[in-house]
């Protein structure tokens, strides 16, 4: 879950999933993805398909009291939901004069959308005193669960990884990851209605009210662009749809009709979801047949701090790694770019790497050096179970 600005870790995996999981997995998975480029018209069906974000098999029924678009929609009493707010008022007003929305449908929506307190609690930043662990995190994703329905998902659906491999470059065993780390495979989607959760962020959470107004925005587009009810739409407490988890941005940007049956299904859809994950890598970089990261040999720890100063962008080759008493292990060319990544273990020594660009692509997905490297160690333990 767009990525001009970090989402917190949870679809981020989500990945941000609601049901049958405890808190603690909640704020491990990932947001979804971020949305920051223009999707490529050339691939398969991706402008003239139908993009649905629900679950449902056939297209959502069309409701005119929750459709943005109808200029028969009447406006539900401005007594409840967010109608009677000034700043919503605003923003109703921005999408009326930007996007030629309807003011009363919109008044309607907005009258009937709910405040979630428990969204609010979800993704309040973790408390001050908390020290994060990547191999407690990495316990989370790197288990029985996700390897074995790893394979099983990747058996099932070994047609479509490989079209999708050979499209956009992207090995299966990465795309199945994304998906076992957002949603185990789509048994955990979310069942917040996006409508309300991206409400409450864009109103009522001021640390990132911009982005998800942004989001709310893009969500509003896609409901109409696709006659779909917008309170039947569910996701992660983020606003993160279907089982990459997208974000509604990344979905209008990425998503792809990938078994061409004439409209986008994230929700229900596996082959969809699959060709949608590596279209989004293959929009953000990723390099066919390129390292991820490499294990690093480290002299000194007290002398690292300019490296992880400059970020997780890889820009730094051997020689200027060698000045501050790294250097790689294995087979890194010289001139390679890579950036210094540090994984915190709570009190225990620091994990260090070495990031090559597929690796801060990943991260484009979700913000999270902690998220691509759990992504790259459970698409190498998919890997290894295939043998």
């Known amino acids: 879950m767009t990525h001009a600005v970090p989402l917190p870790c949870h679809h981020a995996p989500t990945a941000g999933l609601v049901t049958a999981l405890s808190l603690a997995l909640l704020l491990s998975l990932a947001l979804g993805a971020c949305a920051a480029d223009n999707a490529r018209a050339a691939e398969p069906q991706a402008v003239k398909a139908r993009v649905d ?156 009210a911009d982005y998800f107004r942004e989001e709310l925005e893009q969500f509003l587009l896609m409901t109409r662009e696709n006659g779909a009810d917008v309170f039947a739409v569910r996701g992660s407490f983020a606003g993160a749809i279907g089982l990459p988890q997208f974000m509604p941005g990344s979905v209008r940007r990425y998503a792809v009709d990938f078994d061409s049956d004439g409209r986008i299904d994230l929700r229900s859809d596996p082959v969809d979801a699959i060709g949608s994950v590596a279209r989004f890598l293959s929009e953000h970089g990723w390099v066919p047949g390129a390292p991820v990261y490499f294990a690093t040999r480290i002299e000194d720890t007290a002398r690292l701090g300019p490296l992880l100063d400059a970020g997780i962008q890889p820009q730094f080759n051997a020689v200027q790694l060698a000045e501050f008493g790294v250097s790689a292990l294995g087979s890194a060319p010289d001139d390679l770019p890579l950036a210094l990544i540090d994984l915190p273990n709570g009190d225990a020594p620091t994990t260090y790497l070495l990031g090559a660009n597929n690796f801060y692509v990943i991260t484009r997905y979700n913000r999270s050096s902690f998220y691509a490297m759990a992504v790259t160690e459970l698409a190498d333990a998919l890997r290894s179970a295939r043998r």
């Open 53 to 208: 974000g629900t679950a449902a098999a056939k297209p959502a029924a069309k409701q005119p009291a929750a459709h943005a678009g109808s200029k028969r929609s009447p406006a539900a009493p401005r007594n409840g939901g967010y109608a009677n707010r000034a700043d919503v008022a605003a923003f109703i007003e921005q999408l009326v004069d930007r996007h030629g929305f309807d003011r009363r449908a919109l008044e309607g929506i907005f009258g009937q959308v709910r405040k979630q307190p428990s969204v609010l609690r979800l993704i309040a930043p973790a408390p001050s005193g908390f020290k994060r662990s990547w191999e407690a995190y990495r316990a989370r994703f790197l288990d029985p669960l996700r390897i074995d329905g790893g394979v099983a998902f990747w058996r099932e659906h070994e047609e479509a990884l490989q079209r999708a491999a050979g499209v956009y470059g992207v090995p299966a065993e990465v795309i199945v990851a994304i998906i076992g780390v957002e949603t185990i495979y789509g048994r955990v989607t979310g069942e917040f209605r996006v409508i309300d959760a991206l409400s409450t962020l864009a109103f009522d959470y001021p640390r990132r």
